[in-house]
């Protein structure tokens, strides 16, 4: 794919317009518009049909949760839109909220990553081809949790070098980002995703079907 359209929502106009100039100083992004609120950016996608959205969590009139609310909708009406939602609560219960429908073509990451053009363009890329992108805090904190459950938990019957594993799947990366990340070879880890999908149970397909499985196994989880 070469150079995204992308629709930025975000009520703070000078965050908006830094997260503008950053995407399109990549080279990598061409920001087609930029809008303040969620009706707008309904708007804009409907008009546009952008390859993928970066919104906000919250903005007006709530700010609440209208990100989440217009990610669902522009999954539902425009599948081929990819939508990455910003945060900076890095509580799970939002993620969780925005994959409550399905993980695919959706990502959040924290406002943290705004400061990594690198992660924030690749979290584009994967949600417009139909993957999945989580933040690796809030992926932390999943694993913790089920991994503090105990043997009830099916992650308890994973080593710890497959918890890192896993962890990394769940943002979003492929084997061979996998390798780089965890410096291990090719044929490792092949070996620990195997074995990952073997214990908890989920058949493994393509890169994005399995993130996608890993974020339902980590919903229908949930405490």
Excluded: W
Excluded at 180 to 191: D, R, W, Y
Aim: hydrophobic share 45%; proline share 4%.
């Amino acid at each position: 794919m070469g150079v995204l359209r992308v629709v930025i929502a975000e009520d703070n106009y000078l965050v908006r317009e830094g997260l503008r100039r950053l995407l399109e100083d990549s080279g990598e992004v061409d920001v087609v518009a930029s809008v303040g609120n969620g009706v707008e950016l309904l708007d804009a996608v409907r008009r546009l049909a952008p390859d993928a959205v970066l919104t906000d969590i919250r903005m007006p009139p709530g700010h609440h949760m209208e990100g989440i609310e217009a990610a669902h909708a522009i999954r539902a009406a425009s599948p081929a839109t990819g939508v990455v939602v910003l945060s900076q609560h890095a509580d799970e219960s939002y993620a969780l909220a925005l994959f409550d429908d399905g993980s695919a073509g959706l990502g959040y990451l924290l406002k943290d990553r705004i400061g990594d053009l690198e992660d924030l363009v690749h979290a584009l890329r994967e949600v417009c081809t139909g993957g999945s992108v989580i933040d690796p805090q809030i992926v932390d904190t999943l694993v913790r949790r089920r991994s503090a459950a105990g043997a009830s938990s099916p992650l308890a019957a994973l080593s710890p070098r497959e918890l890192e594993v896993l962890r990394e799947m769940a943002a979003g990366k492929t084997n061979a980002g996998i390798e780089q990340a965890l410096f291990l070879s090719s044929s490792t880890v092949e070996k620990h995703v195997n074995a990952i999908f073997t214990k908890l149970r989920l058949p493994e397909s393509g890169v994005h079907r399995r993130v996608a499985a890993v974020l339902a196994f980590l919903q229908n989880t949930s405490a």
